[in-house]
């Protein structure tokens, strides 16, 4: 199995660029998350959707940030202006059902914003 | 308070110690609880659950204590491999945070 597949494996980008993450879930899996982990605030849900509908951004810092899910194999998150704080791993993860506790994660975008 | 606080570390063990590491959680009406592992710079993967009566996996005990609300995991016979981060993870029905609220990790090394 290929796992969650995540793009690009690091980004480094200037403060005001816009920072695009991808993101593959596994087949069949209904849910995906998007983590954010800093050393400050380890890992945090910025928002999960089923079945291609967002469920709950209220973990989404600000409206910098927006994510979508055109289609059941296919996310992305999108930083708009990005800035210095946004820097951070960011994590997408599948699962079969909600609360699911085995949560199959990427392996991982290391974003950097100077 | 937060939801699920760990003592971040690091632990420091020599080979073939044991080392416990306990978490406690703030919402009592949290209905299940996990280990995952999260080895350097690579992503976390479940490690094991933690049942009401305590359950172990090989060299790996987990407890739970519902009426101090805390879960401890007990690493027995230390090897270099365990070396990571360890979070506790507690499943929230009705939450808003996909049901799964993360800690912050227990950091481990086991030295030679």
């Known amino acids: 199995d290929a796992g969650v597949i995540q793009s690009p494996r690091h980004e480094v980008t200037e403060m005001g660029q816009e920072v695009t993450l991808r993101c593959k879930p596994i087949?069949?899996?209904?849910?995906l998350f998007w983590y954010r982990q800093t050393m400050m605030r380890g890992l945090e849900l910025l928002i999960y959707?089923?079945?291609?509908?967002?469920?709950?951004d209220s973990g989404m810092p600000e409206d910098r940030f927006s994510a979508k899910m055109p289609n059941a194999s296919f996310s992305t998150l999108k930083i708009q202006p990005s800035e210095p704080r946004d820097s951070a791993v960011y994590f997408c993860?599948?699962?079969?059902?909600?609360?699911?506790?085995?949560?199959?994660f990427g392996s991982g975008t290391q974003l950097s914003v100077l | 308070r937060k939801e699920v606080e760990q003592d971040p570390g690091p632990f420091n063990v020599p080979e073939g110690a044991t080392v416990a590491f306990n978490c406690t959680y703030s919402?009592?009406?949290?209905?299940?609880f996990f280990w995952y592992r999260q080895d350097c710079r690579k992503e976390p993967k479940l490690l094991m659950s933690?049942?009401?009566s305590g359950n172990e996996d090989g060299r790996f005990t987990a407890q739970l204590n519902r009426a101090s609300q805390y879960i401890s995991l007990l690493i027995r016979d230390s090897k270099l491999s365990d070396s990571a981060t360890y979070l506790c993870?507690?499943?929230?029905?009705?939450?808003?945070?996909?049901?799964?609220?993360f800690g912050k990790g227990t950091k481990l090394s086991v030295k030679p």
């Open positions: 993860a599948s699962s079969t059902k909600q609360g699911d506790e085995k949560l199959f």
């Open positions: 087949s069949g899996h209904d849910y």
């Open positions: 959707f089923n079945n291609n509908v967002p469920i709950d």
């Open positions: 919402n009592s009406a949290s209905q299940s």
């Open positions: 933690v049942y009401s």
């Open positions: 993870v507690v499943k929230v029905y009705g939450g808003s945070q996909g049901n799964l609220i």
